[in-house]
Every structure is written in C-alpha cells, then in structure tokens.
C-alpha cells in the first residue's frame, strides 16, 4: 500500500526534525473535462478530519504540518491553525512545492515555514461570488467570482493611469462598475477585502507581536494581499524571507524527505498523467471508479478523500434514427457506431473523506 511507504518518511522526518508530522496533500491534476472528486481544495469538512486526528495523537512539543495545495476556502485556515496550535506551543508548515492562496494562509499562521528549493506560496488574494455576482454569459446558471484585487485595481487604474481625482469623478467610475456588476456584490467584494487582510492579521499574530512589529506585519499583508497584482504569481522561499515571512531553507535531510512524501502522493494520484475520461472507458459504454481527490494524514493513519464515479458514454445519433429510437421502432445501439461523435456523462454517486489505513 502506498501509504506504508508514505508511513515510512513521517517516521524519519519526526526523528529528524523532532516533532509530530500531519500531512494535508490535494490532488490538482489534469482532466480533459470537468471530473468531481479527481481534485480537492481546502474546505470545512477538513476540520472534523484534523479535530479526530489531533485528539487521537494527543499534545506534542511541535507540530509540523506536511502541505500542498492550490487553495480553497479562506474561512478554514483561521480555525485549522487554531485546532493546530491547541495540541501544540509549536506549529510549523513544511512545503515542498505549492502551498498556495488558503495554503499560504494556513503558513502564515506557523511558528516557521520551511520551504523546499522548489517550494511555492502565492498571494492571498480571494476571488469571491454571491447570487448578486455576474452571471457566466456561456451559461446563466453559474455565477462568476470577481476577484477583490481586480475591482481595486480597476479603480486604482482610473486614478493613475487616467488621471480621474475628486469625489465626483470617482462616483463615474464607480457607476461604470456598478453597471457590470451589482452594487451589492461589489460590497460583498470589499467587505471580503478587509476579512482577508483581518484574518492575515490575527494568523501572524499567532506568532508575532503585532503592536511591536506593526510595520512588519503591514508589509506582509500588504504583499500578499495586493501589491504582488497576480493571484498566479509563484513566491518562492527568498522572496517569501524579503516579504517578511518567518521561513527557513530545508536542511537537506529535511528536502530529501519532504519531497520523497510528494513523490509518493503524485505517483498515486497519476498527478503527472492527464486524466482522459475516454482513456478510462475504453470502448465500454460505462464504467465505474473511485477517485481519490485528497489525503489527510499521519504516520498512524490516513484519511482520502474518495468519490465515486459512474462513467457512461453514447455515440450521438443523426436526427432521423434518434426519432426512431424515441418512437420504438430501432433499438438504441449497443455499442459506439464508428463515426459518430461520442457524448460522455460523468455522474458522482458518493463521495466524502474516509479512513483507509
């Protein structure tokens, strides 16, 4: 199993950083159409996960927390982290590629960050979305997020690039603004703008002294909040130190085993392999599978978060011989006509986060 292995490196790493390891890895691989549960992001059904697992190891001196992951909901690290500290005076994230966005956060709550050559945080700036938010134009029933920075960068655009200063030019532009996007959702944008930039502000005040280091502290927020102007933007470990982040470089013994982890949940996974939903069915007109989205884990036990599928494809029938199968006179065919083009329907039929070792 490949979680003995995994079981293997958490022993090592405790031994040679001192410390109880919990590792949190979300799969981001690649599919040629949307797939549920063949990725996962940071979410509240996280937490019950890491309280069941915190209570079973019980206190420690330190905690490190294994991470990769590409984000997800902002709401959960304040809560994670705190969970995380209760259990111990010392809480550090190891990272050895992509921590991003709610990740970041997630770092920015630890004692130390240790980051790997190729690790990777990124700006915490949240995209947010509510039923005032625009609606998509290739498909009305989904909601479009609007990214907070984007807003104020438009705004800080008409001031710099423009020109536009006083009250009444920038009631223009705000009614330009409001005439895409509802007045309502644009203060659903800013108030997310300032829990954000709370929220950075009480996970570093888990660790820092924020009336004696304020200036610090200003400047990481900041950074991470809005002057890197790209949510995308890859901040590794020396530039992370320059921001103000309490990060240190991973001895090489600590690299070696921290990226051996990684290693082990991308070949289980297929990370590098693009997923190809006519790849998994083959010829078969269905199929099922469960994926394996998520892992939360320790060196006792590991929790996946796991969905199961039913994959079903069909080839599309000309008009003539759909109207016959729909009146009974053909039977549908049993097997995919060659030249036709193929519809594939991908359907969950359970999914949820489960102990597997």
């Given at each position: 199993?490949?979680?003995?292995?995994?079981?293997?490196?958490?022993?090592?790493?405790?031994?040679?950083?001192?410390?109880?390891?919990?590792?949190?890895?979300?799969?981001?691989?690649?599919?040629?159409?949307?797939?549920?549960?063949?990725?996962?992001?940071?979410?509240?059904?996280?937490?019950?996960?890491?309280?069941?697992?915190?209570?079973?190891?019980?206190?420690?001196?330190?905690?490190?927390?294994?991470?990769?992951?590409?984000?997800?909901?902002?709401n959960v690290p304040w809560p994670l982290v705190n969970a995380i500290r209760s259990f111990a005076p010392e809480f550090n994230v190891l990272v050895p590629f992509r921590a991003h966005s709610a990740g970041t956060l997630i770092a920015m709550g630890a004692n130390k960050i240790i980051m790997s050559p190729t690790g990777e945080l990124s700006p915490v700036?949240?995209?947010?979305?509510?039923?005032?938010?625009?609606?998509?134009?290739?498909?009305?029933?989904?909601?479009?997020?609007?990214?907070?920075?984007?807003?104020?960068?438009?705004?800080?655009?008409?001031?710099?690039?423009?020109?536009?200063?006083?009250?009444?030019?920038?009631?223009?532009?705000?009614?330009?603004?409001?005439?895409?996007?509802?007045?309502?959702?644009?203060?659903?944008?800013?108030?997310?703008?300032?829990?954000?930039?709370?929220?950075?502000?009480?996970?570093?005040?888990?660790?820092?002294?924020?009336?004696?280091?304020?200036?610090?502290?200003?400047?990481?927020?900041?950074?991470?909040?809005?002057?890197?102007?790209?949510?995308?933007?890859?901040?590794?470990?020396?530039?992370?130190?320059?921001?103000?982040?309490?990060?240190?470089?991973?001895?090489?013994?600590?690299?070696?085993?921290?990226?051996?982890?990684?290693?082990?949940?991308?070949?289980?996974?297929?990370?590098?392999?693009?997923?190809?939903?006519?790849?998994?069915?083959?010829?078969?007109?269905?199929?099922?599978?469960?994926?394996?989205?998520?892992?939360?884990?320790?060196?006792?036990?590991?929790?996946?978060?796991?969905?199961?599928?039913?994959?079903?494809?069909?080839?599309?029938?000309?008009?003539?011989?759909?109207?016959?199968?729909?009146?009974?006179?053909?039977?549908?065919?049993?097997?995919?006509?060659?030249?036709?083009?193929?519809?594939?329907?991908?359907?969950?039929?359970?999914?949820?986060?489960?102990?597997?070792?």
């Amino acid at each position: 199993m490949p979680f003995l292995q995994r079981q293997a490196f958490y022993q090592k790493l405790q031994e040679v950083r001192g410390s109880k390891t919990f590792a949190l890895f979300h799969s981001d691989r690649i599919a040629d159409a949307q797939v549920t549960g063949i990725n996962c992001h940071i979410s509240q059904d996280h937490l019950p996960v890491f309280n069941q697992l915190l209570r079973t190891a019980g206190k420690a001196a330190r905690i490190d927390l294994w991470l990769y992951t590409r984000g997800g909901d902002m709401n959960v690290p304040w809560p994670l982290v705190n969970a995380i500290r209760s259990f111990a005076p010392e809480f550090n994230v190891l990272v050895p590629f992509r921590a991003h966005s709610a990740g970041t956060l997630i770092a920015m709550g630890a004692n130390k960050i240790i980051m790997s050559p190729t690790g990777e945080l990124s700006p915490v700036d949240p995209t947010t979305a509510n039923q005032f938010s625009p609606r998509d134009p290739n498909n009305r029933q989904s909601i479009l997020g609007i990214s907070v920075e984007e807003v104020n960068a438009f705004i800080e655009m008409a001031k710099t690039t423009v020109g536009i200063e006083g009250s009444a030019d920038l009631t223009t532009v705000l009614q330009i603004l409001s005439k895409d996007i509802s007045p309502i959702a644009l203060g659903n944008v800013h108030r997310t703008y300032t829990q954000i930039r709370e929220v950075s502000k009480k996970l570093l005040s888990l660790h820092m002294d924020t009336t004696k280091e304020s200036a610090r502290v200003d400047e990481i927020i900041n950074k991470l909040t809005q002057k890197l102007y790209s949510h995308l933007h890859a901040i590794n470990r020396t530039e992370a130190k320059d921001i103000g982040l309490d990060v240190v470089d991973a001895s090489t013994d600590e690299d070696r085993l921290i990226w051996s982890i990684y290693e082990d949940y991308a070949k289980e996974v297929d990370l590098d392999k693009q997923f190809l939903i006519r790849g998994v069915l083959g010829t078969k007109l269905e199929s099922e599978l469960t994926l394996k989205g998520g892992f939360i884990e320790t060196s006792e036990c590991s929790y996946a978060y796991q969905t199961k599928l039913k994959l079903t494809q069909a080839s599309v029938l000309p008009d003539k011989i759909l109207e016959g199968v729909m009146a009974g006179r053909q039977k549908k065919p049993t097997d995919l006509v060659p030249g036709l083009p193929v519809q594939v329907e991908v359907a969950p039929l359970q999914s949820g986060w489960a102990l597997t070792s």
